[in-house]
């Protein structure tokens, strides 16, 4: 059953946290949330004119990545992260 909390948030994040424009793009990175809530972000970036970019993460497997990570990897995935941004 679908949760309508979600969508009154969604509204509150996209309409004016955001205050996204018709024609821009947003990257939702969603880390360790319900796919209903992304789901429900992603209908109204599109509702408001915006092209949703998603990524989802699970704190857990990341926690696991970083833990072992070298100065080296963690450079390259700072790159990584700031190009998909651009």
Excluded: W
């Amino acid at each position: 059953m679908k949760d309508p909390r979600l969508d009154k948030l969604a509204d509150v994040i996209v309409g004016h946290s955001t205050q996204l424009q018709n024609g821009e793009k947003i990257l939702i990175e969603a880390i360790d949330i319900p796919s209903e809530m992304v789901t429900a972000l992603m209908r109204k970036v599109k509702a408001a004119g915006g092209q949703p970019f998603v990524t989802i993460k699970q704190n857990v497997i990341l926690r696991e990545l970083y833990s072992t990570a070298t100065e080296e990897s963690m450079k390259l995935t700072g790159e990584l992260e700031a190009a998909r941004m651009k």
